[in-house]
């Protein structure tokens, strides 16, 4: 849950690609990342992929949706 909070608190102020992400919180395993962060992320619209349509394509970020934003300033 930590690390989760730290990927969106990284998000809150610029996209990131996936290396950027996982250094942020320390985590080496990118498929462990993604199963385990980004997916929790992505499936309820916190975060989304900026090309949706490659989405292992390597210049791939992450951002922040309007829906993230608008529940994170709730809970602030």
Known sequence: MKKMASVVDYLFRASGSI?????????????????????PLIDPGLIE??????????????ALTDNGREKLQTIS
């Open 19 to 39: 290396t950027e992400l996982m250094g942020c919180v320390g985590e080496k395993n990118k498929s462990r990342f993604r199963q385990t962060i980004l997916k």
């Open 49 to 62: 992929p900026t090309i949706k349509d490659v989405p292992n394509s390597p210049k791939q970020k992450y």
